[in-house]
Nanobody, 123 residues
Framework: QVQLAESGGGSVQGGGSLRLSCAYT?????MAWFRQAPGKEREGVAT???????NYADSAKGRFTISRDNAKNTLYLQSNTLNPEDTAMYYC????????????????????WGRGAQVTVSS
């Protein structure tokens, strides 16, 4: 069972940046960041496959960067040019096995979740 723990959430003004971290117990085929805003469904933000290849939701392209440090067992989400619509609880997720790299994308479900980190962006 993969254990995940997010950190780095907080409050930031619009246009600012924030980096979220997620410590994990072991690497999996597909790791991801999701978010859930109040009153909305959880949505995928970005994924990173075991090879290091990444995929992003349209809302994240050009502003967010997912990365992974295998030596530190840590997943990151660098978020730039934040706006109030980015306010949400951010979760990291992990799926131990996927058959192909194309199955690691923000629209997929994952088996394991962290508890989340709140990000609040003020205007």
């Amino acid at each position: 069972q993969v254990q995940l723990a997010e950190s780095g959430g907080g409050s930031v003004q619009g246009g600012g940046s924030l980096r979220l971290s997620c410590a994990y117990t072991y690497i999996t085929d597909c790791m991801a960041w999701f978010r859930q805003a109040p009153g909305k469904e959880r949505e995928g933000v970005a994924t990173i496959y075991r090879s290091g290849n990444t995929n992003y939701a349209d809302s994240a392209k050009g502003r967010f960067t997912i990365s992974r440090d295998n030596a530190k067992n840590t997943l990151y989400l660098q978020s730039n040019t934040l706006n109030p619509e980015d306010t949400a609880m951010y979760y990291c997720g992990a799926e131990p096995f996927v058959w192909t790299e194309s199955m690691c994308h923000p629209g997929r479900a994952v088996r394991y979740w962290g508890r989340g980190a709140q990000v609040t962006v003020s205007s």
